[in-house]
């Protein structure tokens, strides 16, 4: 309970320290760590997931609390189907569980849920429950939540590439046409801005083929937290980083 207390008083401080007209308006994580989270404490790597998706549903509340607009998750990379069979299937599980748990809850609160990836691959539960999700929450207007699935950024460019070039081949498009924008508008996040801020937990350095187009000038922010321990101080701690970063996107000022 100490802790706990402990915790609230920091994140109360340390949201006293943030310009609420300036929170980034896209946040992208990458939540890493579930699996060296059970394991340090001699439990399975679905407890670590399971842990994790408990930290999902806090940092979603203080998102669309605090103004942000979009928040995306790497949920599921299109390199995770080579985990263990057993560790891919509760994560199907928990996807599943959670659509099924927090939708009325997201809705409630003007929520958008939203899903980037090729979720084709996914099973026809997970499939159905994303769609519904997405059909229900539609039209709320607060956070919109995107859930990566199936993602890989390299894929999503090789999509849009080959979606861009039947365009060019049946003479939709002219070659002297294709600029970024038009780019973008082929990839998965076509109607969602660029990340500002992108977050990974575990102690990890790197961006594990997330979002590879749509982070040229985005802010990283690293943390040693694992995700299941990963708290709105921590949030905070990273929002309050990005907001004394000058951001110049290549000019000089």
């Known amino acids: 309970m100490f802790f706990k207390n402990a915790n609230n008083l920091l994140e109360k401080e340390l949201l006293k320290e943030i310009d609420l007209d300036k929170i980034p308006k896209h946040i992208a994580i990458i939540m890493d760590g579930n699996g060296r989270w059970a394991k340090k404490r001699n439990l399975p790597r679905s407890f670590g997931h399971k842990a994790g998706v408990e930290t999902i549903r806090e940092i979603v509340k203080v998102c669309s609390n605090i103004g942000v607009k979009y928040l ?3 949920a599921f990379s299109t390199e995770n189907w080579k985990r263990p069979a057993d560790e891919v299937n509760a994560l199907m599980n ?3 569980e959670y659509l099924k748990g927090e939708l009325e809850e997201l809705h409630k609160n ?3 849920i939203n899903y980037i990836g ?3 691959m996914l099973p026809d539960i997970c499939q159905r429950e994303l769609i519904n999700s997405n059909i229900k929450t539609k039209k709320n207007t607060g956070l919109m939540l995107n859930l990566a699935l199936n993602y890989g950024g390299r894929n999503e460019i090789v999509r849009a590439i080959k979606n861009i070039a ?6 939709n498009i002219e070659i002297d046409k294709i600029d970024e924008n038009l780019i973008s508008n082929y990839l998965y996040t076509s109607n ?3 990340p500002d801020l992108l977050i990974r937990t575990s102690g990890e350095l790197r ?5 590879l187009w749509q982070i040229a000038y985005t802010e990283l922010w690293f943390t040693d937290v694992y995700w299941p321990d990963f708290k709105p101080y921590h949030l905070y701690k990273a929002i309050k980083d990005y907001q004394s970063r000058d951001r110049r ?3 000089v000022k």
């Open 192 to 194: 969602i801005p660029d």
């Open 110 to 112: 003007n929520v958008i």
């Open 207 to 211: 961006i594990s083929n997330f979002l």
């Open 249 to 251: 996107f290549g000019n």
């Open 94 to 96: 928990l996807l599943v």
């Open 72 to 74: 995306t998750l790497y």
């Open 118 to 120: 090729d979720i084709s």
């Open 166 to 171: 039947k365009e060019v081949y049946n003479k």
